[in-house]
RNA sequence: GGCGCCAUAGCCAAGCGGUAAGGCACGGGUUUGCAAAACCCUGAUCGGCGGUUCGAAUCCGCCUGGCGCCUCCA
């Protein structure tokens, strides 16, 4: 079916792909834990899976894609006290802004979003038989994994146990049988949301959560599990050694795939830094897809730089290919496809091709869609009839929606309350240029510029565009 | 201290042994009533020093400068 290979974090090398089931992929991507709102690296990952999943759905695979939400733990605790209300008010509507922001991005849905606290059975079913094959241990209403009682131990991460024990910075619980064992339940201290269990009241530690959705709703083990990768070490790690223990089988995973980190001024961007923009921000200004574009211009497991400059950079270059995707505006004329343009078209198909199939490598595919916009540009400005380049252009049009890039016109072009005057002005304008009156059509060009709209004169007519700042 | 990663034109960024993709910006030009958009032209020997090779940005060593993980994090 294919011929596509995918580096997997843990051989550290590109591997060709082959999943479990022929013509399937399970794939599991580590989602957030609402308790802020969602910046620009959660945005990254969110595109980059996208486009991991549209490619692979777009090379014939049916793709079931999990995506949790990890909507218990300390930070929303602490986070739902400061502000008065329950946890559960504060995941909930950050939840749903998430949804509606991944929309915004032109993210597809995932098959499914599974939740920690809506999982506690499965969790709690396999702490239990971690505990039955004596890779956990209960204590005081919390249960430990056991890491040297799984050899594999830092498989992903490479790292050796003892390198951790000596490097080991965590507190020590003496309650612990070894300072490197992790807290799979935490017994819940007064106030805090609970649910009951075998060892008593208390809430799912970190890593199980995914251990146990994963295995869930994709049946065991799985071929591409998915995050940023700051999630390796621990929580990765930790859930191979729960998954593999519990399962009995291995690898937990196939391909172990993780994105690049967004940096922003030398250093990663991230929740704890106070470095970072939130996707909103982006979205408001209507920069959701030279966001994406940005990103697809990048190799995923590259840190990606981030900036302001860069942002704009790709909203340029979006419009570029906006302007080669735009259907002609006259509708199409009787003309043959233009040999050139086809012959190009299909050297772009296999380049994207090539270039995806070689794990994701999205910079060279969208380097070919650039190509193939400019010959568009460069043909309608040669004259040639739109059924000429037609060919051309829906192509163009195809593998950009391969990527998730959508290049109809900039939202908001025709959008606002103060639309109709506008037209009206630039209709006037256009009679003002038919009479030659240039010094008065100037004039309300430049003062709707002032006013961050800029027109566009062209044969058919005159364009007007919000500027995007 | 342990484990990794990176350093390519003004900025972003491909490249994985055979002689530097692509995007943005700058400058020149075509087009335009003038603009805008679009198109054309113009720019780098790849952090430094050695080594391997017929041949290296690509492999090895050393150096310098960044970054990530080892603690919550996409």
Not at 53 to 67: A, D, N, W
Not at 303 to 329: C, I
Not at 377 to 400: D, F, M, Q, T, Y
């Amino acid at each position: 079916m294919s011929s596509i290979v995918v580096y997997n974090t843990q051989s550290r090398r590109k591997e060709p792909f082959v999943t479990i089931e022929p013509g399937k992929v399970r794939m599991y991507v580590c989602g957030v834990t609402p308790y802020d709102s969602a910046h620009i690296g959660h945005g990254m990952s969110l595109i980059v899976f996208d486009v991991i999943r549209r490619y692979l759905t777009h090379r014939g695979y049916e793709v079931r894609h999990i995506q949790n939400f990890t909507d218990i733990d300390d930070k929303i605790i602490n986070r739902a006290n400061q502000e008065g209300i329950a946890a559960d008010d504060l995941t909930e509507g950050l939840i749903s802004a998430w949804h509606e922001e991944s929309a915004a991005l032109n993210v597809l849905p995932a098959t499914a979003y599974p939740r920690a606290t809506r999982e506690i059975g499965p969790i709690i079913e396999m702490i239990e038989g971690l505990i039955a094959s004596g890779h956990a241990y209960p204590v005081d209403g919390d249960v430990y994994f056991r890491v040297r009682a799984f050899p594999g131990y830092g498989k992903l991460s490479n790292r050796n146990v003892d390198d951790l024990r000596a490097g080991a910075r965590i507190e020590v619980d003496e309650r612990k049988d070894d300072p490197l064992d992790f807290a799979l339940w935490k017994a819940a201290k007064p106030g805090e949301p609970s649910w009951p269990s075998p060892w008593g009241a208390g809430r799912p530690g970190w890593h199980i959560e995914c251990s146990a959705m994963s295995s869930t709703y994709l049946d065991g083990q799985v071929d591409i599990h998915g995050g940023g990768g700051d999630l390796i070490f621990p929580h990765h790690e930790n859930e191979i050694a729960q998954s593999e223990a519990y399962l009995g089988a291995e690898p937990f995973a196939r391909y172990w795939v993780h994105n690049g980190l967004v940096r922003s001024g030398g250093e990663k961007m991230s929740k704890s830094l106070g470095n970072f923009v939130r996707i909103n921000a982006i979205l408001e200004r209507g920069l959701g897809p030279a966001f994406r574009l940005m990103i697809l211009q990048s190799q995923y497991r590259v840190p990606l730089t981030y900036s302001e400059d860069g942002l704009l950079a790709a909203e340029r270059g979006l419009d570029r290919l906006r302007t080669a995707a735009a259907p002609a505006a006259a509708g199409l004329d009787e003309a043959p496809p233009d040999a050139g343009l086809c012959q190009l078209a299909s050297t772009v198909d296999h380049r994207f091709h090539e270039a995806m199939d070689d794990d994701f490598t999205a910079p060279v595919a969208v380097a070919a869609l650039f190509d193939l916009g400019t010959a568009i540009n460069r043909a309608r400005g040669e004259g040639k009839a739109a059924a000429a380049i037609e060919p051309a252009r829906l192509k163009l049009v195809e593998l950009a929606e391969v990527l998730g890039l959508d290049l109809t016109p900039a939202a908001g072009v025709a959008g606002g309350g103060d639309a109709p005057f506008i037209d009206l002005l630039v209709r006037v304008r256009s009679e003002l240029r038919t009479a030659k009156q240039w010094q008065l059509s100037d004039l309300i060009r430049d003062e709707l510029s002032n006013l961050e709209i800029e027109l566009e004169d062209t044969p058919a007519g005159s364009n007007w565009t919000r500027r995007t700042t």
